[in-house]
T-cell receptor, first 112, second 115 residues
Framework: QKEVEQNSGPLSVPEGAIASLNCTYS??????FFWYRQYSGKSPELIMS??SNGDKEDGRFTAQLNKASQYVSLLIRDSQPSDSATYLC????????????WGLGTSLAVNP | NAGVMQNPRHLVRRRGQEARLRCSPM?????VYWYRQLPEEGLKFMVY????????ESGMPKERFSAEFPKEGPSILRIQQVVRGDSAAYFC?????????????FGAGSRLTVL
């Protein structure tokens, strides 16, 4: 089992719809969770960070964390074509080196 | 406040040559990370450094690859005797402190092409 798993997609949604991106992780005691967005040919940029169970909202983005079920999700409301990108989930493991573990990313396509 | 600066942005080398990639972290950041990304693939962790120290190099190939972050100057990722399989985007990221509550900020990347 991979430490951080994401569906590679592509996830295709129409413009204006809600895009739901999911990420599961294997280290039960992970503490910190991040969503990054990467446009094709560009570097990753931070979208959201979340540290406690529940929802965290920032504009059209909502991160949801459920530690009991070991998943973190990202919801994008009113999806726009400019949201088309690869979304990377990253998790801090709880080991001594507190390494940041990355998922392979989910490709999102928002169709006008 | 300039972000993470990487250079060169594009580098072309012939097989057997050396490639040197440089990374200047954000102001106030003392932790540097190097990642490699092959086309259509995910980020692969290579090495994590603090000033003058390698903290974690578990993702670095055992041969030909080395990294440093000297007391003065940028972090350097060095690839000796490059092969075609080294062609990739190499991203540097920095953070103020250790991973955890300190998020990583990425540079624009250096794209290495080996002919």
């Amino acid at each position: 089992q991979k430490e951080v798993e994401q569906n590679s997609g592509p996830l295709s949604v129409p413009e204006g719809a809600i895009a739901s991106l999911n990420c599961t992780y294997s280290d039960r005691v992970s503490q910190s969770f991040f969503w990054y967005r990467q446009y094709s040919g560009k570097s990753p940029e931070l979208i959201m960070s979340i540290y406690s169970n529940g929802d965290k909202e920032d504009g059209r983005f909502t991160a949801q964390l459920n530690k009991a079920s070991q998943y973190v999700s990202l919801l994008i409301r009113d999806s726009q074509p400019s949201d088309s990108a690869t979304y990377l989930c990253a998790v801090i493991n709880a080991g001594n080196n507190r390494k940041l573990i990355w998922g392979l990313g989910t490709s999102l396509a928002v169709n006008p | 406040n300039a972000g993470v600066m990487q250079n060169p942005r594009h580098l072309v080398r012939r097989r057997g040559q050396e490639a040197r990639l440089r990374c200047s972290p954000m102001k106030g950041h003392s932790h540097v990370y190097w990642y490699r990304q092959l086309p259509e693939e995910g980020l692969k962790f290579m090495v994590y450094l603090q000033k003058e120290n390698i903290i974690d190099e578990s993702g670095m190939p055992k041969e030909r690859f080395s990294a440093e972050f000297p007391k003065e100057g940028p972090s350097i990722l060095r690839i000796q005797q490059v092969v075609r399989g080294d062609s990739a985007a190499y991203f540097c990221a920095s953070s103020r402190g250790a991973p955890g509550a300190n998020v990583l900020t990425f540079g624009a990347g250096s794209r290495l092409t080996v002919l």
